[in-house]
């Protein structure tokens, strides 16, 4: 994990780490997130990923958004991830999230900013992530902060079996 943190904005609102005591609001936020995408949660998931966020030795990090009284209005998890082309680790944002009474605030900028300050201080050459094509208000941020790509994702399921596979 990173140890850099933005001073606290006059809004109150600071971008820092994930924390061992922001587990129960972390998880709140993390099962809206992936409820907005149609994903399955469960206990499981969620101890994994909290596990992953805690642990130094692991890839994923986390950035939150907090009130002055430690209330989560926001998460990231980011990894480093290595781009052969260029003989380096970059960095991949996995998961953005800031709570629906929040959006529109800046904190999904804000974190991303603190992700990509993060990155700079590991030396990624650029930080990468994907997003729905019809998240619609989150491109309208993206397309101010990043240049989409013309690259197409592809997700080849190895669980349930592939055609021709």
Do not use: C
Not at 72 to 85: T, V
Not at 114 to 120: E, F, I, N, P, S
């Amino acid at each position: 994990m990173t140890s850099s943190a933005e001073q606290p904005g006059a809004d109150g609102i600071q971008i820092r780490d994930v924390q061992p005591q922001d587990r129960a609001a972390w998880e709140r936020l993390y099962r809206q997130y992936a409820e907005f995408y149609k994903e399955p949660m469960n206990e499981n998931i969620l101890a994994r990923t909290w596990s992953w966020l805690l642990d130094a030795r692991h890839p994923l990090q986390g950035k939150v958004a907090t009130t002055a009284d430690g209330a989560l209005l926001g998460l990231a998890h980011y990894r480093p991830f290595p781009e052969p082309l260029l003989g380096k680790e970059a960095g991949f944002l996995d998961d953005l999230f800031v709570s629906p009474e929040q959006r529109g605030s800046g904190l999904g900028r804000r974190l991303i900013e603190a992700v990509a300050q993060a990155g700079k201080e590991q030396g990624w050459p650029f930080l990468r992530w994907i997003t729905a094509a019809d998240n619609a208000q989150a491109r309208r941020l993206y397309d101010g902060l990043a240049q989409a790509t013309a690259w197409v994702t592809y997700d080849l399921n190895l669980e349930k079996g592939t055609r021709g596979v």
